[in-house]
């Protein structure tokens, strides 16, 4: 597989329908992850590109609303065909800036977002639902002006997951995309321009967060701030959405349980388990990071997940062999190898081997932990890298307690070979979705964190609904 060409630098931010010069001269840096080089720069905005871009989109509104559903599904429907025809270009510029394995960049990193916006595309057809409440009609209207910003680990996924449904709901969107992946957003722009949305729909201003992240979370004519990121960051965004009781929607951090019970497939629910954890090289907010297994089967899981892990070769992210690529910077890296030091010092014991890292790249090897105290470090802090904890519990009582133990609440699973107790732990968990036995990942089903995992959902109906207003009206 050859390497994706590099990307044209930019210097030029999208607004009003049009490419134009950003207000200031500042660059973001962007560097392949693998090969630690640089990639061309694109421009970093700042708070006057951030006014313009929400003006933008606020003379765009009202019109943009008042579209019938068929007009604004099209609109939709040409940016899905111009991005199907792009797909495997796109997929290899994920690779490129994010070190994604080209096959799973094709598979997750693109197909993803195109299947979430062929669901728009259906969803933005159909009349707002207008129901009946005593002597109330109560109508669905779309909240205005969007502020999306995004974080770099599905750098496409992440944006679509929110400006198609924001713009199927009839909204207009200001995009700022993650700082480390901002080439995908460009091509994405490219095609939004190509489709000829109609001026000031959908905006884009790359930048930092303090910079262009600030400016549109505490921007007064902001109606709506969507954000994908950390905890941390989405606090500080409520924060400044607050002032103005402007609605956020925070799609934040995991520390997701994967819960084998006792007459699982053992041999199948740790497989599965090992690869839901190393996907994306660990960078994945829903990972399945615990690995929760009955004491009795507690040191063969370790074993059959010390194997699996020796068979995710790291390398090349454009090389077919490669199974798990880089980090997606050193700062990451350095996080992660932080995290493993302290889960040693507090008493975990690595069982995976170490070493024989590619000669260039942000790898750390893929990582299993065995004997993970519930309340070590690494058991309740996002990792965000190959980094897997096995921890024992003595029954479905406990197995609960500790998967609930965290303040977050995104994903899950639960193994076991008589479903309704599978089902029955599942409904326990205190986690935005969970997965029973392997069951596939469904991009309709309302994705979202319970506690500190976030405000709202995501995906399918339940996400549209997140960009509408309710109003009554009594006759
Ligand atoms: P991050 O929170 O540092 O950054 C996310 C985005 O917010 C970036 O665009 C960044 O520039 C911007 N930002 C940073 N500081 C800001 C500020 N003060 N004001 C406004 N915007 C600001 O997260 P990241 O490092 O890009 O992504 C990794 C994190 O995101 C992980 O913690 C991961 O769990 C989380 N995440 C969650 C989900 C989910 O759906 N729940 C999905 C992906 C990632």
Redesign the pocket.
């Known amino acids: 597989m050859s390497r994706s060409p590099e990307p044209p630098r930019r210097t030029e931010i999208y607004v009003g329908g049009a490419w134009r010069t950003p207000h200031g001269d500042g660059v973001l840096s962007v560097e392949d992850p693998f090969t630690q080089q640089p990639l061309p720069t694109v421009p970093a905005g700042d708070a006057a590109d951030v006014d313009a871009a929400v003006a933008a989109a606020r003379a765009a509104f009202e019109p943009w609303a008042a579209l019938g559903p068929a007009e604004r599904s099209a609109y939709l429907g040409r940016l899905h065909e111009l991005l199907t025809e792009r797909a495997d270009a796109l997929a290899a510029l994920v690779s490129l800036e994010l070190g994604t394995p080209l096959k799973i960049s094709q598979r997750v990193q693109i197909g993803l977002p195109l299947a979430v916006l062929g669901t728009y595309v259906r969803l933005a057809a159909e009349q707002p639902p207008v129901v009946t409440a005593g002597n109330s009609t109560v109508f669905r209207e779309p909240i205005g002006v969007v502020g999306a ?6 750098p496409l996924h ?1 944006v679509m997951a929110k400006v198609a449904a924001a713009l199927a709901a009839g909204c207009t969107v200001v995009l ?5 992946t901002p080439h995908i957003a460009y091509a994405l722009f490219d095609a939004v321009h190509a489709a000829g949305f109609p001026p000031g729909v959908v905006n884009l201003v790359p930048g ?3 910079g262009v ?2 400016a549109i ?1 505490g921007h007064p004519d902001v109606d709506m701030v969507s ?7 989405g606090r ?2 409520s924060h400044l959405a607050a002032d103005r009781i402007a609605k956020v929607a925070l ?4 520390k997701s349980a994967n819960v084998i019970l006792p007459g699982a497939d053992l041999a199948k629910a740790v497989k599965t388990g090992v690869a839901n954890a190393y996907l994306n090289a660990g960078q994945t ?1 829903t990972a399945w990071t615990r690995m929760l297994v009955h004491h009795d089967h507690h040191d063969e899981a370790v074993e059959l997940a010390a194997a699996a892990a020796k068979s995710y070769a790291m390398g090349d992210p454009f090389d077919s062999a490669t199974r798990l690529g880089p980090l997606a910077s050193a700062a990451q890296r350095d996080r992660v190898r932080g995290f493993i030091e302290t889960a040693l010092a507090e008493g975990a014991r690595r069982v995976t081997e170490t070493g024989g890292l590619p000669e260039t790249g942000y790898f750390v090897e893929p990582t299993v932990l065995a004997g993970v105290r519930p309340d070590a470090t690494v058991a309740r802090e ?1 990792v ?1 890298g190959p980094v897997l904890s096995v921890i024992p519990f003595a029954d479905d009582d406990e197995a609960v307690a500790i998967a609930n133990s965290t303040r977050y609440g ?1 994903a899950g699973a639960v193994w076991c070979d008589d479903e309704d107790r599978a089902l029955a732990v599942a409904r326990r968990m205190r986690t935005g979705a969970v997965d029973v036995n392997g069951a596939a990942f469904n991009p309709v089903a309302p994705f979202g ?1 319970y506690k500190q ?2 405000l709202g959902r995501e995906l399918g109906s339940f996400g549209l609904e997140e960009f509408w207003e309710t109003k009554a009206v009594q006759r």
Do not use: D, H, M
């Not at 700022?176 to 480390?180: D, F, G, T, V």
């Open positions: 910003i995004t974080p770099w680990n599905y992440q700022k995309p993650s700082e480390l930092t967060g303090p992240g600030e979370a954000f994908t990121g950390s905890t941390a960051v500080r965004i799609e934040l951090g995991g907010c996002e965000f995104l964190g995992s976030g």
